[in-house]
């Protein structure tokens, strides 16, 4: 439970104002929005949800349900320059002139049926090769020397004429109709950007709101790998290094024929290389480079294969500029699972994927612009600060949070002791939780119900016979 927001984001979030304005003069936070923009972090950190009435209770009232909710829906927030405001404040305070870019999206399971969720759609299910109902996130991420920070996302939505069309062809060809004989694919829906279109305009909003932040490269996984991404990653990034994966299947000139990149390192095995991964862990992988023209990308790349110890199959890396050295591009790839890290952080403890059912396009976006601000707040924690700037290990999100979940509890024990009469103010304090947390009838005991009659009836006893 809390009182009043944790003082460290309630730091943030003047910084944050004063950021805006700086960049924005036409916008500002006045002090009503700063102290519930404070409460609302504090709250979804503190509960882990982004649930109004849980804001209510373990906030002890301060804001009611009608209020918050108000705010979120109708103040004149401007939502869309948060992120990028908040960036620049971190940006300041740790010094931040350089980083990789690290794209990737992550999926969010809903209830089967879902009339308001913006962006639900059918998604497959890697781990069960079923489907469900979703919504999917792309997302930026930069990794530099010290910190790793979500700084844009976009829900990505599938083109409804398109997937009937897929189904429909699906059908057809299975069905042995002709591919000139079935219906063409319908023309790209600007109202429905794909994933790369979505990555690419991530990557140049990032840029043009901090054209002096130096980006090193570009990381994305094989979904990106094809020439038309990976070229125009690098214009928008104003970076010379895109690094992706390829499939087995690609094609490579070799000895002027074409052949697939897992037949090429099949014949050109890889030695063992001692590999830092992502400054850390030393770990053994066999690695094989060579710098070969890609038929899909129409002109010479620089391919990895790589496995680690105890795999069978290589993984195949391709990156743009081929002045880099081999153990440099893999060493930076390995960076990409720290986005992976960030999903983990983002849907254990920051409050958007644990409980968040804000309606309409509206609700999820700002939803999740709440819970990125969360994740760049826990940055200024004192602790963490601290950590940084003397160069020592960061701390989890999640001994933060439960850090802050006993910073609220002396808080409020302080709070009682500096009153006058401390027990007046303590039996007050019951009340309210008594009245907050409402005991609620159990469907689970028969208790008050009828269980029904269940014993014989002598009349019917004769029919047993």
């Not at 003082?7 to 002090?31: K, M, N, Q, W």
Request: glycine share 6%.
């Amino acid at each position: 439970m809390f009182a009043d927001a944790m003082p460290f984001i309630t730091r943030y979030v003047s910084e944050l104002a004063d950021e805006l304005c700086r960049r924005h003069p036409e916008y500002h936070l006045s002090g009503i929005q700063q102290k519930w923009l404070s409460f609302c972090l504090t709250g979804m950190l503190l509960t882990g949800t982004l649930c109004w009435a849980s804001f209510e209770r373990m906030g002890l009232a301060g804001y009611r349900i009608g209020a918050l909710s108000w705010m979120f829906r109708k103040a004149k927030l401007p939502w869309s320059h948060l992120l990028q405001a908040s960036f620049s404040v971190l940006m300041r305070i740790l010094q931040i002139k350089s980083g990789v870019l690290v794209l990737d999206d992550s999926d969010h399971s809903r209830a089967k049926t879902t009339s308001r969720i913006y962006g639900a759609h059918k998604i497959f299910d890697k781990k069960t090769g079923g489907y469900y109902n979703g919504q999917c996130l792309m997302f930026l991420v930069l990794v530099t020397k010290t910190v790793t920070l979500p700084i844009g996302m976009r829900f990505y939505r599938p083109d409804p004429k398109v997937r009937t069309w897929e189904k429909e062809d699906k059908r057809l060809a299975k069905a042995g109709v002709k591919a000139s004989q079935r219906p063409i694919a319908p023309k790209p829906d600007p109202e429905y950007p794909s994933k790369n279109e979505l990555a690419l305009a991530l990557i140049d909003d990032f840029h043009s709101n901090h054209p002096e932040v130096t980006i090193t490269a570009v990381l994305a996984d094989a979904a990106f790998g094809t020439r038309e991404f990976m070229e125009a990653a690098s214009s928008k990034a104003k970076c010379t290094q895109v690094i992706s994966q390829l499939r087995e299947n690609q094609k490579v000139m070799y000895k002027n024929k074409w052949i697939s990149v897992k037949d090429y390192f099949s014949k050109h095995e890889g030695v063992s290389q001692t590999v830092s991964v992502r400054g850390g862990k030393i770990t053994e992988m066999t690695v094989g480079s060579a710098r070969l023209m890609v038929k899909a990308h129409g002109t010479k790349r620089f391919i990895i294969a790589v496995k680690n110890e105890g795999e069978d199959e290589y993984r195949y890396l391709v990156a743009t500029d081929m002045t880099w050295r081999t153990l440099d591009i893999l060493q930076c790839y390995t960076l990409r699972w720290l986005v992976e890290v960030f999903f983990e952080d983002w849907k254990l403890y920051e409050g958007w994927p644990g409980m968040a059912k804000q309606p309409d396009e509206e609700g999820s976006l700002r939803g999740v612009i709440l819970s990125l601000l969360l994740d760049h707040a826990l940055i200024i924690h004192p602790e963490q600060r601290a950590c940084l700037e003397n160069r020592i290990p960061a701390r989890t999100v999640g001994s933060l949070k439960r850090a802050a979940h006993g910073e609220a509890l002396i808080a409020i024990i302080r709070r009682i002791l500096l009153k006058t009469d401390p027990l007046r103010m303590l039996e007050e304090l019951a009340e309210k939780i008594k009245a907050l947390f409402t005991l609620a009838p159990s469907r689970k005991h028969m208790s008050g119900r009828d269980l029904g009659r269940q014993e014989a009836t002598p009349s019917l006893a004769r029919r047993a016979t």
